[in-house]
């Protein structure tokens, strides 16, 4: 009996050590989940090219009279969406607050060749950055980075460097280790440190930031919960407008909150004055 049950403890260390594995080889595709899209049909906004730093062609869309407008907002999607899908929602915020707005590409998503990963993100945000100051003439002053789910930690680490006027964050998750132990796998965060490569922390970086920081999330929100929204704002250093949405999932507050979710969007992108820090729910519109 001891014979077998030691043979039984071995074979579950063995399907244990194998799942650590294929998490530790796979992380990168569990974060990163570029969609297979039909090619692209013609849309209203511009389409523009840059390169990376290591040689990687990339592209976004602009949305706006870039040279009327006073702010530049970079917005960056989701791990399963692409840039375009935005371009409706960057129309009406760009309506709103009077702003442009640029939605970069990742690579490997879209059309775009090379793989997407956790170093490879910030090659990519950093050249959206230089575009935007090189091309669109965005300054510290002019400049608010916008992220959603994943966009949150990419807008988030580039604004440590590009020290945005705002930043603003939807549906975001305090660290990839915390997203990693919603995978319900023992210890998996015990040796995170020994095999991560994806090392997004949210909560980190806004301890640290001096720029305003904006929220919002879904109370619903099944993928990334609404307690990390929560911890997200009350860890920023400087704290802009958290907005609850009640009902709200992880992908629809512009439709649940309505005018709520677009008024508060468009004060964080106007955001240019001190404001008091405070927090706000509101109901779904019917």
């Given at each position: 009996?001891?014979?077998?049950?030691?043979?039984?403890?071995?074979?579950?260390?063995?399907?244990?050590?194998g799942?650590?594995?294929?998490?530790?080889?796979?992380?990168?595709?569990?974060?990163?989940?570029?969609?297979?899209?039909?090619?692209?049909?013609?849309?209203?906004?511009?389409?523009?090219?840059?390169?990376?730093?290591?040689?990687?062609?990339?592209?976004?869309y602009?949305?706006?009279d870039?040279?009327?407008?006073?702010?530049?907002?970079?917005?960056?999607?989701?791990?399963?969406?692409?840039?375009?899908?935005?371009?409706?929602?960057?129309a009406?915020?760009?309506h709103?607050?009077?702003?442009?707005?640029?939605?970069?590409?990742y690579?490997?998503?879209?059309?775009?060749?090379?793989?997407?990963?956790?170093?490879?993100?910030?090659?990519?945000?950093?050249?959206?950055?230089?575009?935007?100051?090189?091309?669109?003439?965005?300054?510290?002053?002019?400049?608010?980075?916008?992220?959603?789910?994943?966009?949150?930690?990419?807008?988030?680490?580039?604004?440590?460097?590009?020290?945005?006027?705002?930043?603003?964050?939807?549906?975001?998750?305090?660290?990839?280790?915390?997203?990693?132990?919603?995978?319900?796998?023992?210890?998996?965060?015990?040796?995170?440190?020994?095999?991560?490569?994806?090392?997004?922390?949210?909560?980190?970086?806004?301890?640290?930031?001096?720029t305003?920081?904006?929220?919002?999330?879904?109370?619903?929100?099944?993928?990334v919960?609404?307690?990390?929204?929560?911890?997200v704002?009350?860890?920023?250093?400087?704290?802009?407008?958290?907005?609850?949405?009640?009902?709200?999932?992880?992908?629809?507050?512009?439709e649940?909150?309505g005018?709520?979710?677009?008024?508060?969007?468009?004060?964080?992108?106007?955001?240019?004055?001190?404001?008091?820090?405070?927090?706000?729910?509101?109901?779904?519109?019917?």
């Amino acid at each position: 009996m001891t014979h077998v049950f030691a043979l039984i403890l071995l074979a579950l260390g063995g399907v244990y050590v194998g799942l650590v594995l294929l998490l530790w080889a796979f992380q990168e595709q569990v974060v990163f989940q570029p969609p297979r899209v039909p090619p692209a049909s013609l849309t209203s906004a511009r389409k523009v090219h840059y390169r990376a730093a290591d040689g990687v062609d990339l592209f976004a869309y602009v949305v706006g009279d870039c040279r009327a407008s006073r702010t530049v907002m970079i917005a960056f999607h989701g791990n399963a969406d692409v840039a375009r899908w935005l371009v409706p929602w960057a129309a009406n915020a760009a309506h709103m607050a009077d702003a442009c707005v640029m939605l970069p590409e990742y690579r490997g998503y879209d059309g775009l060749a090379g793989s997407p990963s956790y170093a490879a993100s910030e090659l990519d945000a950093r050249a959206a950055l230089d575009y935007a100051r090189a091309t669109l003439h965005a300054t510290s002053d002019s400049l608010v980075l916008f992220g959603f789910s994943l966009g949150t930690a990419i807008a988030t680490e580039l604004a440590q460097s590009a020290l945005p006027r705002a930043l603003v964050l939807e549906a975001p998750f305090t660290s990839a280790r915390a997203m990693a132990a919603r995978l319900f796998v023992p210890g998996f965060t015990a040796v995170w440190s020994l095999i991560a490569r994806v090392q997004f922390n949210t909560l980190a970086r806004v301890r640290a930031l001096r720029t305003r920081v904006w929220v919002a999330h879904g109370d619903r929100d099944r993928i990334v919960p609404v307690e990390m929204g929560r911890e997200v704002f009350a860890a920023c250093a400087n704290r802009g407008e958290l907005l609850v949405v009640r009902g709200g999932g992880h992908t629809d507050l512009p439709e649940v909150a309505g005018s709520a979710y677009w008024s508060w969007l468009a004060r964080a992108i106007r955001a240019d004055s001190p404001v008091v820090a405070r927090a706000t729910a509101v109901n779904p519109t019917h």
